[in-house]
């Protein structure tokens, strides 16, 4: 191996970004009062969720991007 070049990493975990992505393009989708939770309108709660759905994400693809551990 080469000095100072990085390891080879897992790509493929990287395109799970591509989920909440997808899922938040277009509002046009989600865009709706109904269902409401807890009074909240969907279109609110639905976005809240992506933030923490993608936070668990973003943790997995650490682990299984992450070098040292292989």
């Known amino acids: 191996m080469k000095s100072g070049a990085p390891p080879r990493a897992r790509r493929w975990p990287y395109f799970l ?3 909440p992505f997808a899922a938040t393009l277009f509002p046009q989708f989600y865009a709706h009062a109904e269902p409401a939770m807890f009074g909240i309108p969907f279109f ?27």
């Open 44 to 70: 609110y709660w639905y976005q809240f969720a992506w933030i923490a759905g993608t936070g668990v994400l973003m943790a997995i693809i650490f682990a299984l991007t992450r070098p040292g551990d292989r």
């Open 17 to 19: 970004l591509l989920v």
